[in-house]
T-cell receptor
């Protein structure tokens, strides 16, 4: 059981380049998330998708776009990368509201460096 | 807006000793969930323990237990018989039962001394 799979694990971009981070989950979860992790700031929510067909902004959405391609896949796109977007990015999924266990499951993270 | 605060950026514990990591949160909701996640050097986020706010009994998972004080909005993690493998970053997280978003604290880095 793979859980949440993110690709790539590492990436170096030049300022202004674009890229898409891919995420897929095989747990039939309804909700998916993108977080970024920066030293001393914990995990901050970029975008989330409560269910297939919906996406909403989180705490730090500027400079990012997302696509919920289907129930399994949720991608994060950087249209014009900036050094401030250097971070570790996590994709996560959960069953959604009404799930008594309620926890989120995480991918292994993508370390992105923008030079 | 809900917030989660971890006031201890770093802590150390001797192997086999007990350590407590602190977490406080702010919410006006009455029904919510609290979590502790562990992030070892591999970067993988691993759920350590979960607490439902409607449950008065503190959650326990083997050597890990919580002290949940709902009125004080406090949710501390106690690690007993600390092991070298417990060395990691620990994040406290909150989710209201009626929303989708998980809110994380800034983390506490735990060092385990041999």
């Amino acid at each position: 059981n793979a859980g949440v799979t993110q690709t790539p694990k590492f990436q170096v971009l030049k300022t202004g380049q674009s890229m898409t981070l891919q995420c897929a989950q095989d747990m039939n979860h309804n909700s998916m998330y993108w977080y970024r992790q920066d030293p001393g700031m914990g995990l901050r929510l970029i975008y989330y998708s409560a269910s297939e067909g919906t996406t909403d902004k989180g705490e730090v959405p500027n400079g990012y776009n997302v696509s919920r391609l289907n129930k399994r896949e949720f991608s994060l796109r950087l249209e014009s990368a900036a050094p401030s977007q250097t971070s570790v990015y996590f994709c996560a999924s959960s069953r959604g509201i009404g799930d008594l266990r309620a926890e989120a499951f995480f991918g292994q993270g993508t370390r992105l460096t923008v030079v | 807006a809900q917030t989660v605060t971890q006031s201890q950026p770093e802590m150390s514990v001797q192997e086999a000793e007990t350590v407590t990591l602190s977490c406080t949160y702010d919410t006006s909701e009455s029904d919510y969930y609290l979590f502790w996640y562990k992030q070892p050097p591999s970067r993988q986020m691993i759920l350590v323990i979960r607490q439902e706010a409607y449950k008065q009994q503190n959650a326990t998972e083997n050597r890990f237990s919580v002290n949940f004080q709902k009125a004080a909005k406090s949710f501390s993690l106690k690690i007993s018989d600390s092991q070298l493998g417990d060395a990691a970053m620990y994040f406290c997280a909150y989710r209201s039962s009626g929303t989708y978003k998980y809110i994380f604290g800034t983390g506490t880095r735990l060092k385990v001394l041999a």
